[in-house]
């Protein structure tokens, strides 16, 4: 009888002890991947902290087609192109910023919408200078289609 009582206290301990185990992994595995599962805060970025609390926010890194920051005016249809000069849209649906220079780090001037029309004068590598309302900038080539000539 001493021997059937020790087996079922072995077989009693070891259920307990692989229930405990398995039970901890699936509570530590819930809480990591939960964590996981939750979006992250929206970024706040340095041109936005500068913004009065009247201004609408920027939407920069953003993939939002509607707003921008200003007014992006497209050319108007009687204004005459540089030589060499076309006329293109933009074909990024997130919308794209005009650079001071044609590196992804120089500073942003303007912000301009998806099929916005534009006026590219030059291209350098893969950045196109372009021409949208006053403001000459520069983007990356491959977010832009070539309008045909009218």
Same mark, same amino acid.
């Given at each position: 009888m001493k021997g059937l009582s020790g087996l079922l206290q072995f077989f009693i301990g070891f259920i307990l002890g692989v229930t405990l185990f398995v039970g901890g992994? !699936? #509570? &530590?595995?819930y809480l990591i991947f939960n964590r996981f599962a939750a979006n992250p805060e929206k970024p706040l970025f340095p041109e936005e @902290? !500068? @913004?009065p609390k009247d201004d609408k926010p920027s939407p920069t890194g953003t993939a939002s087609p509607q707003a921008s920051p200003q007014p992006s005016p497209s050319p108007s249809p009687t204004e005459e192109l540089p030589p060499g000069a076309y006329k293109a %849209? $933009?074909?990024w649906n997130g919308g794209l910023n005009?650079?001071?220079?044609?590196d992804r780090d120089s500073d942003s001037l303007a912000t301009i919408n998806y099929n916005?029309? $534009?006026?590219?004068? &030059?291209?350098e590598g893969e950045w196109s200078k372009l021409? $949208?309302?006053?403001?000459?900038?520069w983007v990356r080539s491959g977010n832009l289609? %070539? #309008? &045909? !000539?009218?």
């Amino acid at each position: 009888m001493k021997g059937l009582s020790g087996l079922l206290q072995f077989f009693i301990g070891f259920i307990l002890g692989v229930t405990l185990f398995v039970g901890g992994i !699936s #509570l &530590a595995g819930y809480l990591i991947f939960n964590r996981f599962a939750a979006n992250p805060e929206k970024p706040l970025f340095p041109e936005e @902290q !500068s @913004q009065p609390k009247d201004d609408k926010p920027s939407p920069t890194g953003t993939a939002s087609p509607q707003a921008s920051p200003q007014p992006s005016p497209s050319p108007s249809p009687t204004e005459e192109l540089p030589p060499g000069a076309y006329k293109a %849209k $933009v074909i990024w649906n997130g919308g794209l910023n005009v650079r001071t220079e044609p590196d992804r780090d120089s500073d942003s001037l303007a912000t301009i919408n998806y099929n916005d029309e $534009v006026v590219v004068l &030059a291209t350098e590598g893969e950045w196109s200078k372009l021409r $949208v309302g006053g403001t000459e900038g520069w983007v990356r080539s491959g977010n832009l289609e %070539k #309008l &045909a !000539s009218p």
